[in-house]
């Protein structure tokens, strides 16, 4: 917490308060964005309280678990809710009518999960604000979009689904990526060690956690196909990091970022259904690697809307995957970067960990977080 600047003796205004309610908190964003706030701000406070287990078994480090906190720990995270001023409930279900919908799920868990002051802090008394990130609104726009307006004073939205919310920019925000931990000096280090530099061939690398949503078929048939042109894989080395998340061969995010760091080029998604930006394209990008990814549905404004500009983005944005030539573009793409030299890759990479140190690293994150989403969402009393 940043230290304070009042005058000795002065009485220290309480930080404002803010409860996120995440059934599953996708890769653990809203946790992270929440300890970045608490680090960095001096006006506001978040906690994240999780009342599920997530599906994909995601590392947990919310504020309360709420299925396995202590009576201790409930008691204390509901004198901390006596006094919040806005709530931000995280609807990541996978439809409209699921257990853990926010429209559907039994009044009596909501009020549970709120240990019993649904009455003080429901929708109807505090400033709420809804986030999808899931496939539920990729799903049912339409449905959301009538619902949301009836429950919520403001909406976040992953990026590839700002596409199909309400078009009010007063009334969607885009939830773009999380705080990062950006060390300029461990990317710069990882190009300079003879691991990499010493390579013959240039590595690309892909995680294949969803067969679908990234690509993966696609990206070993213009794998292949690149190779092919180059005389086969002296020039062009491809390796798989783990498997789908729901399997064995997955590995931790922590894991993962450990494996990929040898490699010069990480290729995140090859999947226009999705079409927004990857959080492993970001976290890549964080490490100074060339970073790949489909990113079309992901409109201009919504860069904007975070003070950073589209043109300025150092990731290399792939061809639409729904036209019959994609793979063979894709296939080119991958050749060029094989065929380029040790400098331009290296510049290309660190340009990337730069832009991720302007735009994202946490106290910048926290300050955009604070002004963007929780001071407005405050005003919206």
């Not at 094989?338 to 946490?362: C, I, N, P, T």
């Amino acid at each position: 917490m940043p230290e304070s600047t009042a005058p000795e003796g002065a009485r220290q205004p309480r930080p404002h308060r803010a409860l996120v309610v995440a059934v599953q908190d996708y890769a653990n964003v809203l946790t992270d964005i929440a300890a970045a706030v608490n680090a960095h701000s001096e006006r506001w406070r978040m906690r994240v309280v999780c009342p599920a287990p997530h599906p994909f078994g995601y590392r947990r480090t919310h504020h309360l678990d709420f299925d396995s906190a202590t009576e201790a720990e409930k008691r204390e995270f509901r004198a901390w809710l006596a006094d919040c001023d806005v709530v931000l409930w995280a609807e990541e279900s996978l439809g409209a009518q699921d257990y853990f919908s926010f429209y559907y799920a039994d009044g009596t868990f909501r009020d549970a999960v709120l240990f019993g002051q649904l009455a003080s802090l429901g929708p109807a008394s505090k400033p709420w604000a809804i986030v999808h990130a899931g496939c539920g609104f990729r799903a049912q726009p339409r449905w959301y979009n009538d619902h949301d307006r009836a429950h919520f004073k403001m909406r976040l939205l992953a990026p590839d689904l700002h596409r199909l919310g309400s078009g009010d920019p007063r009334w969607d925000l885009t939830l773009l990526g999380k705080p990062f931990e950006v060390d300029l000096e461990r990317a710069g280090a990882l190009w300079s060690t003879e691991r990499r530099r010493a390579l013959p061939a240039v590595v690309f690398c892909h995680a294949p956690t969803n067969l679908f949503l990234k690509g993966t078929v696609q990206i070993r048939q213009a794998v292949a196909l690149a190779q092919e042109k180059l005389g086969g894989g002296a020039r062009l080395e491809y390796r798989e990091i783990g498997g789908p998340v729901d399997s064995p061969e997955n590995v931790p995010a922590d894991e993962l970022s450990r494996i990929r760091a040898p490699c010069h080029v990480y290729i995140d998604q090859f999947q226009s259904a999705v079409g927004g930006v990857g959080m492993s394209s970001l976290e890549a990008m964080a490490d100074g690697m060339v970073t790949l990814c489909t990113v079309q549905n992901l409109p201009e404004d919504a860069w904007f809307e975070q003070d950073i500009g589209a043109g300025l983005v150092p990731l290399v944005a792939l061809p639409d995957s729904r036209y019959p030539d994609s793979v063979g573009r894709l296939a080119t793409l991958l050749e060029e970067l094989a065929r380029m030299d040790y400098v331009r890759l290296r510049a290309l990479g660190m340009r990337s960990a730069e832009w991720m140190k302007q735009h994202f690293d946490a106290p910048t994150f926290a300050r955009r977080w604070e002004s963007h989403v929780l001071d407005a969402l405050r005003a919206r009393r």
